[in-house]
């Protein structure tokens, strides 16, 4: 079998001949046929440091089980599935816990032909999806809907700013706001990416490289009740003066590096909140897929690239050029 391992710092991933993995006790061996490429991948590209061996990165993954382990049922087998990278997270859940961690770091992940994992953390495909529009969901999905819905808390008609459409994550909280009857602004420094969201349901877009675009967001939305930001930066600070009374900020990202000073006076005079968010629970992975089959929600995928090609991939991740999600094709 292959795997697409990271071994060093600000390198290419080296595919590599591997062992096909067996599963012990509880777990499942998944044959992997696609997987989704996160942002998360290339910030440990970029950031992190691994052992002499190296890491099989990847945290979304869509397969067949192959295989189980002893306590695991053997009429699994040959289910498709789609794979939860949130594990570990605990009892409570407002947060997770100190054993929690991210599927693909610091563990092998899915850009690979096979994965071995616990059968707690495979659920069956969703049946209106296929097997590569499966695996465009679990992590980015999974974040869009704890921030939107159990953060923010969503309700029906409000107004929804989501900052740097294009990518995963931005994508799924704009698809499930929809889904919801909000009403869905967007930004971007891209107007082939706003005029894309305008033509998918957003309201109106806004180019966050125009130094004006707070004043038009606000005389366009007249304050927002919601925004779902994965960017922080400079651009964070000027979130709470567009912000109706009331409003709920969520914030999973950092793209534009760490957020400087706010607003103190807008944040306790419009009673605003900002909720800082990271994946999310067993219970809400699985009420997300129960959205995606109520409202037959599909992904948008960008490209698609062989296991071979895998950096290619990063390489278009990095230039900010997607708009939706990056697929691998393993199978």
């Not at 942002?39 to 992190?48: F, T, V, Y």
């Not at 570990?88 to 563990?107: E, H, R, Y």
């Not at 409003?247 to 103190?264: C, E, M, Q």
Request: with cysteine.
């Amino acid at each position: 079998m292959r795997g697409a391992f990271f071994t060093q710092q600000n390198q290419p991933l080296e595919i590599r001949a591997i062992k096909k993995p067996k599963p012990v006790k509880d777990q499942v061996v998944v044959r992997l046929h696609y997987a989704g490429l996160n942002h998360r991948d290339l910030w440990i590209q970029k950031e992190q440091t691994t052992p002499t061996q190296g890491i099989i990165l990847g945290s979304d993954g869509c397969g067949v089980i192959e295989d189980v382990g002893e306590d695991a049922d053997p009429l699994l087998v040959g289910l498709e599935v789609i794979i939860n990278p949130s594990l570990n997270w605990g009892n409570n859940p407002v947060v997770q816990g100190d054993s929690f961690k991210i599927l693909g770091f610091p563990d092998n992940g899915t850009f690979s032909d096979y994965a071995v994992i616990s059968k707690n953390q495979v659920f069956e495909k969703p049946e209106h999806l296929s097997l590569l529009e499966s695996a465009a969901v679990p992590l980015s999905g999974l974040t869009a809907y704890r921030a939107l819905f159990s953060k923010a808390r969503l309700r029906a008609k409000e107004k929804v700013l989501i900052t740097g459409i294009g990518g995963g994550a931005a994508l799924w909280a704009f698809q499930f706001a929809l889904a919801y009857q909000a009403r869905v602004y967007v930004t971007s420094g891209s107007e082939e990416k706003l005029k894309r969201a305008k033509e998918l349901g957003a309201v109106q877009g806004f180019n966050y490289n125009d130094p004006e675009w707070t004043q038009q967001a606000l005389k366009a939305g007249g304050g927002f009740d919601i925004v779902i930001d994965s960017a922080g930066g400079s651009t964070f600070s000027q979130l709470p003066d567009i912000m109706a009374p009331g409003g709920r900020i969520a914030v999973f990202g950092r793209t534009a590096g760490n957020i400087p000073d706010l607003s103190t006076r807008a944040l306790y005079w419009k009673q605003l909140s900002i909720h800082g968010t990271t994946m999310g629970t067993r219970d809400e992975f699985l009420s997300m897929l129960d959205l995606l089959e109520s409202r037959n929600i599909k992904p948008i995928v960008d490209q698609v690239y062989p296991l071979e090609q895998i950096n290619e991939a990063f390489q278009r991740m990095e230039a900010a050029t997607q708009f939706g999600k990056l697929i691998i094709k393993i199978k």
